[in-house]
């Protein structure tokens, strides 16, 4: 009897070890996709879990950043090879928002215009994150012509960077410039895609992403 009475206890100490217990993995967190312009205003939304959500902030990121390195080369002048290694970089992270359900397999990179091959052309690249928030004036029946016609307001109070490439005719030359940290702006005439995190949770910091072109991005870079 003793020894059952042992063993009782035994299995009782044990058995909060052995339940299974929730894997943090497993929760799961909304992210909404915004896709504007080309005609029309698209919202994706989807619940993934906090490992997909890391891999899907870190990979956006770094397309974010791609031309960060190369801002001080005259006329933005790439090798092939940096080229190449680009073009990884954003067809890594569009591909991460297929697979998250977020993003159709015939919208990409390129069709942003993100991709470094850059012609004669209106509108502007614009690689944008940061923690903060935005205002998109939609309306029903806002009309596009290739892009949307009022404009985003940005403002970003932690973690912002914010990268431009501007083509100036004369005397023809590219040229990237960037805000970090701190930064209210807005961007007119866009065409690209808008990600929002702000409704995640799983302890991910709120943060947006804006990625395409604009007619115009204009604001303020506050000092650190």
């Known amino acids: 009897m003793k020894k059952l009475f042992v063993l009782v ?8 070890i052995t339940i299974p217990r929730t ?7 909304t992210i ?6 080309h005609g029309k205003f698209v919202k994706n939304e989807v619940e993934i879990s906090t490992d997909e959500a890391n891999i899907l902030i870190e990979k956006l990121t770094k397309a974010v950043h791609a031309y960060e390195p190369y801002k001080n080369r005259d006329n933005l002048q790439l090798t092939e090879n940096e080229k190449q290694q680009i073009e990884e970089i954003f067809n890594d992270a569009f591909s991460e928002l297929r697979k998250a359900g977020l993003l159709p397999r015939d919208m990409d990179a390129k069709a ?6 850059f012609g004669i052309s209106m509108l ?13 004036p939609l309306y029903p029946g806002e009309a596009f012509i290739g892009f949307m016609l009022r404009p985003i307001l940005v403002q970003y109070f932690l973690l912002g960077y914010t990268g431009c490439i501007n ?6 030359r590219l040229e990237y410039w960037d805000w970090v940290g701190t930064q209210t702006f807005l961007v ?3 065409a690209g895609i808008y990600i929002d995190f702000s409704s995640i ?13 604009s007619l115009l991005t204009a604001g303020v870079d506050w000092p650190a």
């Open 23 to 29: 894997n943090s993995a497993e929760e799961k967190g």
């Open 124 to 136: 502007n690249p614009v690689l944008s994150c940061g923690v903060g928030i935005s205002y998109i």
């Open 167 to 172: 083509l100036h005719l004369i005397p023809p």
């Open 188 to 190: 007119w005439g866009f």
């Open 9 to 16: 206890i035994a299995a009782i100490m044990i058995l909060p």
């Open 201 to 213: 949770g799983l302890g991910i910091p709120p943060l947006q992403f804006l990625m395409g072109e």
């Open 112 to 117: 942003m215009g993100l991709l470094p091959h």
């Open 32 to 37: 909404k996709l915004y896709m504007i312009g």
